[in-house]
């Protein structure tokens, strides 16, 4: 996939932004706070629907204004399609997609972005939120229709915690909850198929992973991905909890393997109930699940040096593109490498540019030039103050003359 042109009204620091874009390395070059990472973020978003930088869509509306639009032409081969977004302050986003009113969670069967961004360090070091953020952002890009999913069982998952709030105020117990019992049905069903396909898609990047963090790194640390599930017992949200206590089975027949999720999420649901209606808060199901990263056989948050932590970082954003390279009829994903150079090392830098540049369209963010290996400095445009100067097109235009 390409993106051949991105237009933006009222997002970020942008009133208006045409940008061209080539296949590729294309190189957006500026000062920080100059709007390189914002273009950059606007591409995300048709493939993620999330931003890698805000947990709501509010703060990428420029100041002042209620609705932000993102609006991409993308080139499938031979097929062109044109992609639009509505970011609204309030309410729901709106969609169309070559002009015809779509749902938003539509978008990303035709946009395919991986990014590799400095706060990618987080996935690895930060809190589990940030790894289920990495894995749930994926599983949309894999599979449009979870993102349906996800927004479901968040929905439920607030309108449960809100019952339980109501119960612990109001001191009702037994058999009082019977309206507890309908939403645990629901929260089970959507949250079964979530770890379910959280669950194989960790086995699925189990060997991208391995192969992209030994040509990042240059040796073979043994990088390995599990999921600590709630349902079987760990919590990786108790401060005071090992994550890495508990497992769930994984048959390979996927009608039984979440068929067995299920069970477990329903016996934990009701081991848990007293505590929750004292907390007013559903302690179990993938909302507090983590997933688990090793290498050297050791957990990477707590024991991985900051080199191990950074090739971990880069190999599970090489796997996803991977991963996605491999199932996706439309070619490779887009690439977007965002201030990423200025963190690496030199050997790093060269090794993560090689293992990049063959990908149909890269796009590199960069304050300093010269952080830039050769083999991705090509279509150079620079950014300042939200204008974006364009250096193929004033030659191009030159040339015309």
Same mark, same amino acid.
């Given at each position: 996939?390409?993106? #051949?042109?991105?237009?933006? @009204?009222?997002?970020?620091?942008?009133?208006?932004?045409?940008?061209?874009?080539h296949?590729?390395?294309?190189?957006?070059?500026?000062?920080?706070?100059?709007?390189?990472?914002n273009?950059?973020?606007?591409?995300?978003?048709l493939? =993620?629907?999330?931003?890698?930088?805000?947990?709501?869509d509010?703060?990428?509306?420029r100041?002042?204004?209620?609705?932000?639009?993102?609006?991409?032409?993308?080139?499938?081969?031979?097929?062109k399609?044109?992609?639009e977004?509505?970011?609204?302050?309030?309410?729901?986003?709106?969609?169309?997609?070559n002009? /015809?009113p779509?749902?938003?969670?539509?978008?990303?069967r035709?946009?395919?972005?991986?990014l590799?961004?400095p706060?990618?360090?987080?996935? @690895?070091r930060?809190d !589990?939120?940030?790894?289920?953020?990495?894995?749930d952002?994926l599983?949309?890009q894999?599979? !449009?229709?979870m993102?349906?999913?996800?927004a479901?069982?968040?929905?439920?998952?607030? $309108?449960?915690?809100?019952?339980?709030?109501?119960?612990?105020?109001?001191?009702?117990?037994?058999?009082?909850?019977?309206t507890?019992?309908?939403?645990d049905d629901k929260?089970v069903?959507?949250g /079964?198929?979530i770890? =379910?396909?959280?669950?194989r898609?960790a086995?699925d990047?189990?060997?991208?992973?391995?192969d992209?963090?030994a040509?990042?790194?240059?040796?073979?640390h043994r990088?390995?991905?599990?999921?600590?599930l709630s349902? /079987?017992?760990?919590d990786?949200e108790? &401060?005071? %909890?090992?994550?890495?206590?508990?497992d %769930?089975?994984?048959?390979s &027949?996927?009608?039984?393997e979440?068929?067995?999720?299920? &069970?477990l999420?329903?016996?934990?649901?009701?081991?848990?109930?007293s505590n929750?209606?004292?907390?007013?808060? =559903?302690?179990?199901? !993938?909302?507090?699940?983590?997933?688990?990263l090793r290498?050297?056989d050791?957990?990477?948050?707590?024991?991985?040096s900051h080199?191990?932590?950074w090739?971990?970082?880069l190999?599970?954003?090489? %796997?996803?593109?991977?991963?996605?390279?491999?199932e996706s !009829?439309?070619?490779?994903?887009v690439?977007?490498l965002d201030?990423?150079?200025?963190?690496?090392d030199?050997?790093?830098? $060269?090794?993560?540019? /090689?293992?990049?540049?063959?990908?149909?369209?890269?796009?590199?963010?960069?304050?300093?030039?010269? &952080?830039?290996? #050769?083999?991705?400095?090509?279509?150079?445009?620079?950014?300042?103050?939200?204008?974006?100067?364009? #250096?193929?097109?004033?030659?191009?235009a030159?040339?015309?003359?």
């Open positions: 996939m390409i993106v #051949e042109h991105l237009s933006l @009204v009222d997002f970020r620091n942008y009133a208006t932004a045409e940008l061209a874009l296949s590729g390395p294309n190189v957006l070059v500026g000062r920080n706070g100059q709007g390189k990472t273009l950059a973020e606007a591409v995300v978003f493939a =993620t629907l999330g931003s890698h930088r805000v947990s709501s509010a703060p990428m509306v100041d002042g204004q209620e609705f932000a639009i993102i609006r991409a032409r993308l080139s499938h081969g031979e097929r399609v044109l992609v977004v509505q970011l609204n302050r309030q309410g729901s986003n709106k969609a169309r997609i002009g /015809s779509s749902k938003a969670n539509e978008l990303p035709y946009a395919h972005v991986v590799f961004a706060e990618d360090l987080q996935i @690895v930060g !589990p939120s940030s790894r289920r953020r990495f894995a952002q599983l949309i894999r599979t !449009p229709r993102a349906a999913v996800l479901d069982y968040d929905r439920v998952l607030k $309108q449960r915690n809100a019952l339980l709030k109501s119960a612990r105020a109001r001191g009702i117990r037994g058999e009082g909850l019977s507890l019992d309908v939403w929260l069903a959507l /079964s198929e770890i =379910t396909a959280r669950q898609l086995a990047l189990q060997q991208p992973v391995a992209a963090y040509a990042i790194a240059g040796e073979d990088p390995q991905l599990d999921w600590a349902v /079987s017992g760990a990786p108790d &401060d005071g %909890a090992d994550p890495t206590d508990a %769930a089975a994984a048959p &027949d996927k009608v039984s979440t068929r067995l999720i299920a &069970d999420f329903r016996a934990s649901l009701a081991a848990k109930r929750e209606l004292d907390r007013g808060l =559903t302690l179990t199901g !993938p909302h507090r699940d983590d997933l688990v290498v050297r050791l957990p990477v948050k707590g024991y991985a080199g191990e932590s090739s971990v970082a190999a599970l954003r090489l %796997a996803s593109a991977e991963l996605l390279r491999s !009829p439309a070619g490779d994903p690439l977007i201030d990423v150079f200025a963190e690496l030199a050997d790093r830098r $060269q090794r993560l540019a /090689s293992l990049t540049s063959g990908y149909e369209q890269v796009v590199v963010t960069a304050a300093v030039e010269e &952080d830039i290996p #050769e083999v991705l400095h090509a279509h150079v445009v620079r950014i300042s103050a939200g204008t974006i100067s364009d #250096e193929r097109q004033v030659q191009e030159a040339d015309d003359d």
